[in-house]
């Protein structure tokens, strides 16, 4: 195939050739979209509203919504426009741009995570310093490098990978996805890009290691508290957390976690929905749920007029 050293447009692949499956996956994508937007912004109004939320652990709890918020913007929209009318482009920049804050926003939320650990490990291990260590000040500051860092791995991941040499403009996904995208290149530049993917992997390790190391302190610490009660309400404020982690983890697994192959098929999409989609939509309800503060606040948000303890008892 000829060197195609400059092109305007990248060709996406359709969900489906036949109209009634394209419709399908349409509304679907629609109703996991409007689902993953209500949750995380409910998450982000009923923290702002509710002064009792305006601590350290809610603050990262709304960077994590917007950042799931910003992923699925980034892909799903120009996604759903296409199959509307039945088209499979997008445009260079609009390839370059998607790349980009995808990985931003996936890098912000894999880094706010492993701060959310840090902050359960300083309340529940080192109560009586929680308030000098995570004041409002150091909060702002680990957002700060988080976004800091965020933004030069993305610029330097999006550079990389276009400034190889593409053979070919069809893209074997619906968004414009850095390991597809490699596939297509014709040039040895893309081992470079390579190294840049094991090394956030290696990153991503490192972080999932500190979380995991972060658990184990604080499951030591709570068999120590006396009292069965204490025990459980420590437990409570870790638990949805240890959850959100678990379901990227395991999305990340589904997705990356079996060998490669050169050739495209159905479970591609499939994959690429779970890594996508699933963590930003289950978040805030596994937050809700599982969290008696945030379903008190969403509560009084939606002016429901029942007791959040009769509604969800048992939970």
């Known amino acids: 195939m000829n060197n195609i050293t400059s092109m305007s447009t990248f060709l996406l692949r359709e969900f489906s050739e036949l109209q009634e499956l394209r419709i399908l996956y349409l509304f679907l994508f629609l109703t996991l979209y409007l689902t993953t937007m209500i949750g995380n912004l409910l998450i982000i109004v009923a923290v702002a509203l509710d002064h009792h939320l305006h601590t350290p652990m809610y603050f990262f709890l709304t960077n994590l919504a917007m950042m799931d918020i910003g992923s699925v913007s980034v892909i799903i929209p120009k996604s759903l426009a296409?199959?509307?009318?039945?088209?499979?482009?997008?445009?260079?920049?609009g390839c370059v741009a998607q790349v980009f804050f995808y990985l931003f926003f996936a890098t912000s939320g894999v880094a706010i995570l492993t701060v959310m650990a840090h902050d359960r490990y300083v309340?529940?291990?080192n109560p009586l310093q929680y308030e000098r260590i995570m004041h409002k000040g150091a909060c702002l500051q680990m957002a700060a490098v988080v976004l800091i860092i965020s933004l030069l791995y993305s610029m330097l991941?999006?550079?990389?990978?276009?400034a190889n040499t593409f053979c070919s403009n069809a893209v074997n996904q619906f968004f414009c996805e850095i390991p597809t995208l490699l596939k297509l290149s014709c040039s040895d530049f893309y081992l470079g890009e390579v190294g840049l993917l094991l090394l956030g992997c290696i990153i991503g390790l490192g972080c999932f290691i500190y979380i995991t190391i972060t658990y184990l302190q604080i499951f030591s610490t709570v068999?120590?508290?006396?009292s069965l009660h204490g025990q459980k309400k420590a437990l409570s404020t870790c638990l949805p957390h240890l959850i959100v982690v678990s379901v990227f983890l395991l999305s990340a697994a589904f997705a990356y976690a079996?060998?490669?192959t050169e050739s495209s098929s159905e479970l591609d999409i499939a994959f690429a929905v779970i890594y996508t989609l699933i963590p930003p939509m289950l978040n805030p309800f596994i937050y809700s749920m599982r969290n008696k503060d945030i379903k008190t606040a969403l509560w009084k948000l939606l002016d429901v007029g029942h007791s959040p303890k009769t509604m969800f008892r048992g939970l």
């Open 223 to 226: 068999l120590r508290i006396p």
């Open 258 to 260: 079996r060998p490669p």
């Open 82 to 93: 296409n199959s509307m009318m039945k088209s499979r482009s997008i445009s260079y920049c």
């Open 123 to 125: 309340a529940i291990c």
């Open 157 to 162: 991941h999006t550079s990389s990978t276009f």
